[in-house]
Every structure is written in structure tokens, then in C-alpha cells.
């Protein structure tokens, strides 16, 4: 498989987010939210479209993870969705936020043929989708717990946050 050029990611959804809070892709790890480490690692992968699934609530934080010119849809319609699924190719799915590792083994990050998705999802809603390939390279975050232990590792390792101009 090629590596994917598209790529997904599901925030939580706005009723389970409490008043104050943001979704954990918005979150900070070194003073960068995740979902800018996320993009800047698949960007520099070569991956050329994203679609966030995200309320409205946080679309404009969320769409400030990417490069102002970058192909980004920011929506929480399902009919968004199933169009930008329109593709054989491979889409990469992140059902969490995860920040990238090269030594973190295949787990919860999946690539499947964007037609494959579009169908599993209009019927199944579940993730459990044929053809789908496990990814390697990316820790995933599972909540304040998870980011302050990865801190410490990351900083050791001499990881830097992406900066503004990486976008």
C-alpha cells in the first residue's frame, strides 16, 4: 500500500466535552496541540487532504492546526464526510489524538480504501472495516494522564513542537 495522501480525524463529540474544556486533540503537549504535532508529522509524509470531524464549537481552533493553504475540511455533516471519502485511495483514520513516535509499534491507526470507509460508515458506523491495513509510528493520547507522561519522554528525546512556519 502506498502510504495514504488523505487523512481523517474524529474529535469527540461536543456533548462530551464539558463547558471550559476542549476536545483532547486541542490540548497542549510542549506548548503545541496535538493536532498540530499530527499534522505537521503527515504533512511532512506527504499526505495532501484532511477532514476533521469536529463541532462547530472548535472548527476555527481546529482549522488553525494546518497550514492556511493546506486542503482541510473542518465539519461535523456526515454528508461532508461521505464526499470526501469519494476515492479508492488509501485514507488514514485516527480515531484519537496521538502524537508521532517512529518506534511506536501499529495500533489504533488505520488506512483503508476511502470507498471501503464510505460504505462501512453509511451502514455500520464502526470501525471495524475490511481491507483496513494498521499504521504504525504514533502514541496515542488518551487524556492529561498520558500527556504529562509523554512530556518528559519527548523532551529527552529532543523533540521541538512544530513551529509556525512549518505550517
Known amino acids: 500500500m502506498d502510504f495514504p495522501k488523505s487523512s481523517i480525524f474524529f474529535m469527540e ?3 462530551a466535552i464539558s463547558a471550559g474544556s476542549k476536545p483532547l486533540m486541542l490540548e497542549a503537549v510542549l506548548s503545541c496541540p496535538i493536532l498540530k504535532w499530527m499534522s505537521s508529522q503527515l504533512l511532512a509524509d506527504g499526505v495532501q487532504r484532511f477532514f476533521v470531524v469536529c463541532s462547530p464549537r472548535f472548527a476555527e481552533e481546529a482549522r488553525k492546526c494546518f497550514p492556511a493553504d493546506a486542503d482541510v475540511t ?3 455533516q456526515q ?3 461521505m464526499s470526501f471519502l ?3 485511495d488509501p485514507v488514514l483514520v485516527f480515531v484519537r489524538g496521538a502524537i508521532p513516535f ?3 509499534g501499529a495500533g489504533f491507526v488505520y488506512a483503508a480504501p476511502g470507498y471501503e470507509l464510505q460504505d462501512t460508515w453509511e451502514t455500520k458506523m464502526t470501525n471495524a472495516v475490511q481491507g483496513a491495513t494498521l499504521i504504525p509510528g504514533w502514541l496515542p ?3 492529561p494522564e498520558t500527556i504529562a507522561e509523554l512530556e518528559p519522554a519527548m523532551q529527552e528525546r529532543g523533540m521541538q513542537p512544530p513551529q509556525a ?3
Open 165 to 167: 512556519s512549518d505550517s
Open 141 to 143: 493520547v488518551y487524556g
Open 13 to 15: 463529540e461536543d456533548a
Open 79 to 81: 454528508s461532508d464526510l
Open 74 to 76: 473542518v465539519s461535523e
Open 102 to 104: 517512529a518506534e511506536a
Open 86 to 88: 469519494k476515492t479508492p
